[in-house]
Nanobody, 118 residues
């Protein structure tokens, strides 16, 4: 099992930026796919971004061009740089590990709150 801890959430005005970090304990982190998800109050959890072992990235249409997922294998850390934030980006953001590369996420963090005010 991989232990995951997210950080970097907070409150920001629309148009602002935040960078989320996700530190993991996985021994073979470089081989994992990692993802960011979010859940707004009263809504289902939704996919935000994914980065696989080769650093190929995937994004939800709603964040494409504004958010960037990246990773540092040496630090076993995944980042989510969020720019041009909108009030609709307000949610709890979760980081997750897909250890087998099959898009089934095995381990989840506790989440970090992002609040964007207009």
């Amino acid at each position: 099992q991989v232990h995951i801890v997210e950080s970097g959430g907070g409150s920001v005005q629309a148009g602002g930026s935040l960078r989320l970090s996700c530190v993991t304990s996985g021994r073979t982190f470089s081989s994992y796919a990692m993802g960011w998800f979010r859940q707004a109050p009263g809504k289902e959890r939704e996919f935000v971004a994914r980065i696989i072992w080769s650093s190929t990235t995937y994004y939800a249409d709603s964040v494409k061009g504004r958010f960037t997922i990246s990773k540092d294998n040496a630090k076993k850390t995944v980042y989510l740089q969020m720019n041009s934030l909108k009030p609709e980006d307000t949610a709890v953001y979760y980081c997750a590990a897909d250890r087998n590369g099959d898009s089934a996420y095995d381990d989840w963090g506790q989440g970090t709150q992002v609040t964007v005010s207009s």
